[in-house]
């Protein structure tokens, strides 16, 4: 689109910024999380963390540090002059392995019984938790990416730019 003779010249679009973009997929991950966990457990019947012994802090901190895991990842990879979509692989990894990883070690401290964490940690993994988190991480982790690598500019009406001779 051009302007008229002496106007401000072309609109240009151009990327979102790299904070912008991993700020906006931080909050996505962390909303799909929340809700992929609390949808799994509503229709499968089962808690996150169904054992008593446990209680709901080690499910708590390994949500929290699967986040931080995620958004580490996705910084370094925003930090790129043209991020690959593959990196999207990586987030997921990464928030799925510090979950089940802090789920472990956290239930082996909070319990003593090395053997009942990894069997919750198991558990997180087949009941379906487990892969929320890194579907999460994974869709969270390619809406960044796509948003950096995009150059579509700011969205615009129809109408928009229709005023010119």
Known sequence: MTNAPGGPGPVEGGPVRPVVAWAFATVLFVALMVAGLGMVSLITGRDVIAVPDFG????????????????????????????????AVGTGLAAFLVYLATVWLGGAVHTSDIVLAASVAGGLVTGGFALVVAGAGLVAGWGGILLVRARGGRPRWPWEGHDEP
């Open 56 to 87: 709901e802090l080690v499910g708590t901190v390994a949500a929290i540090l699967a986040a931080v895991a995620f958004t580490v990842v996705l910084w370094m990879l925003l930090r790129r002059p043209r991020p690959s979509l593959w990196g």
